[in-house]
């Protein structure tokens, strides 16, 4: 019996490790989830209106979408555990900064972590962007997230330009996107 190279165990390893990754990050599916999914909108796509939600942010104040209408939005759907989205929030940062003088609004909706520790990873991280907090509502009800990090990328008329699942996003990659929703 042939004995493996050290490069084909690394492969192997590199495989297990990269589905090991794929089945942490994902969003687990709600209980009686046919029951769900048949009850609620098709998924959010480009090219239809994002749906309007409300929710708290970490200071308690209550915020809707649609009270950002007329403003290019991001919404940011993450988790502090998410390793790609810890990647990608200071090119979400900075790409908000230079925005934020043409109007665009980021909300960072939060996947049902303690405030606590979404406080602590701002300090960290050097995050100013608002924080929404999302039991499931928002995320898994509304759009229909699957995995994390997603990005949707809506115009200032409410109409979604684009949802990107995956990431971490570079700050180029982010910029276009968000120069596609800016006037």
């Known amino acids: 019996m042939r004995t493996m190279t050290i490069w084909q165990r690394l492969f192997v390893l ?8 794929l089945a942490v990050s994902r969003i687990p599916p709600l209980p009686n989830a046919d029951a769900v999914d048949a009850a609620l909108p098709a998924q959010p796509r480009a090219g239809f209106p994002a749906p309007d939600f409300e929710g708290q942010t970490l200071d308690g104040e209550t915020v809707r979408l649609a009270d950002f209408r ?3 939005v991001v919404l940011n759907f993450w988790a502090t555990w998410c390793g790609p989205c810890r990647f990608e929030m200071p090119a979400i940062e900075r790409v908000a900064q230079a925005y934020a003088d043409r ?8 996947q049902g972590e303690s405030p606590d520790a979404i406080r602590a990873f701002l300090q960290e991280m050097g995050i100013t962007q608002t924080v929404v907090l999302d039991n ?5 009800k509304q759009y229909r997230v699957r ?5 949707v990328f809506i115009h200032p008329d409410g109409m979604i ?5 995956g ?3 570079s700050e180029a990659f982010l910029e276009e996107k968000v120069q596609s929703i800016t006037p």
């Open 14 to 21: 590199a495989l297990l490790l990269g589905g090991a990754w």
């Open 103 to 110: 109007g665009l609004v980021v909300l960072l909706i939060n």
């Open 70 to 72: 007329g403003h290019p």
């Open 147 to 151: 995995g994390l990090p997603t990005t």
């Open 136 to 140: 499931g509502e928002i995320g898994a």
């Open 167 to 169: 990431g971490p996003m």
């Open 161 to 165: 330009e684009d949802v990107v699942v």
